[in-house]
């Protein structure tokens, strides 16, 4: 879960209830419930997010269409047992062979 702030909808007014939002720019669309207080938004994700870090913003999505969204101000650290049975690892990565020696200088 986090929380954002300088929020800015462009409708003009904040969207509630169950939507997506993305907190990197390459990142896909995470399910989650919003709610607005007092100029605060409060999301929480069905699954848990990679590196939501204060400072991003959040982005809020209806399908295609963006609503609007805020700077993330405070985000819920994952507990990295439920991180790592939920979220995916990445690719392992290629060997490129076996590293020859180099030459020694003395």
Do not use: M, N
Not at 59 to 64: F, K, N, R
Request: glycine content about 10%; overall charge positive.
């Amino acid at each position: 879960s986090l929380s954002a702030q300088d929020l800015s909808w462009v409708s003009g007014s904040p969207p509630q209830g169950h939507l997506a939002a993305k907190t990197r720019y390459r990142q896909d669309d995470a399910s989650c419930q919003l709610a607005v207080t007092d100029g605060r938004l409060q999301a929480r994700f069905e699954q848990p997010q990679w590196a939501v870090t204060p400072g991003q913003s959040l982005v809020v999505y209806d399908g295609e269409v963006c609503l609007g969204g805020g700077v993330i101000d405070h985000a819920q650290a994952l507990d990295s047992r439920a991180a790592r049975a939920q979220l995916p690892l990445p690719p392992p990565r290629k060997s490129r062979g076996k590293k020859k020696p180099q030459p020694s200088l003395g």
